[in-house]
């Protein structure tokens, strides 16, 4: 909901300026909008509008960016989710209980993720849900082999299930975003100029109107998507859950 108010406050601000600019015009004087003041003040607005377009694109991209690696991440962790119940499988039968208290917190964090609740996935990264991550890597050190295929298997065991806890900790922290704000609120200063100056040279008409509310509308658009894909595990658009149902349904078989 955050990224929406953001969003619409860039559309309000884009909008002012272009129909400010509409104003403005009418009150300055005719030679202020002489064609030579006219093609000055677009070849200097060209320059703000590259520069614009050019950092636009960079945050698109980074935030992609973002929001793939946390993708990438979660898909490699649900990965390595089904390593650690086959080699716990692999250990024997003293495992089954250990086996299905992954399934039970694996299912719980997913259900966390898809949660809309801020409360619930709030929990996401609780002293609670830690604890129970350092509780499961005890008790898998806590197992007694008794030959040397149990040894080797509870070895490997540890060692996935501190690639999963890793992982999953990587991604928590991820979790905020990399935007930085200040950057955030330069571009949107430079759009607002750029519709100011597009209101100051245009003609008042309906049409003129219209069409500014509609690029206004495109350009808080594209800041939303950049912080929405910039925090993929919170808000309208998340990374997806599917793969991480499907390794839940594959444990403890």
């Known amino acids: 909901m955050n990224h929406l108010l953001l969003a619409f406050g860039v559309f309000a601000c884009v909008c002012g300026s272009a129909l400010s600019g509409m104003y403005l015009r ?3 004087p005719e030679h202020h909008l002489s064609d030579e003041s006219s093609s000055a003040i677009k070849l200097a607005i060209g320059l703000v509008a590259t520069i614009a377009a050019l950092v636009l694109g960079l945050l698109i991209s980074s935030a992609k960016g973002s929001f793939d690696t946390i993708n990438n991440d979660l898909i490699h962790n649900a990965a390595n989710i089904i390593r650690l119940d086959s080699v ?3 250990y ?3 495992t089954r209980e250990l086996r299905g208290s992954l399934k039970r917190n694996y ?3 997913i259900d966390l993720l898809d949660s809309s609740d801020t409360a619930r996935a709030a929990r996401l990264n609780s002293p609670e849900i830690i604890g129970r991550v350092e509780q499961f890597e005890q008790r898998i050190a806590e197992l007694q082999p008794t030959d040397e295929a149990q040894r080797e298997s509870r070895a490997r065991a540890l060692r996935v299930a501190d690639d ?3 992982a999953r900790s990587l991604a928590l922290l991820q979790r905020a975003g990399s935007l930085p704000l200040p950057l955030l609120i330069v571009l949107v200063c430079w759009l607002s100029i750029i519709f100011g100056t597009f209101g100051l040279l245009a003609p008042r008409n309906g049409t003129i109107v219209v069409a500014y509310l509609l690029c206004a509308f495109c350009a808080a658009g594209a800041i939303f998507l950049i912080l929405e894909m910039d925090t993929p595990l919170d808000g309208i658009i998340k990374v997806p859950t599917g793969p991480m149902r499907d390794a839940l349904a594959r444990l403890d078989r």
Do not use: I
Request: proline share 7%.
């Open 26 to 28: 009418v009150l300055l």
């Open 92 to 94: 024997g039968p003293q």
């Open 107 to 109: 299912a719980s964090w």
């Open 164 to 166: 999963v806890f890793t």
């Open 88 to 90: 716990l499988s692999q």
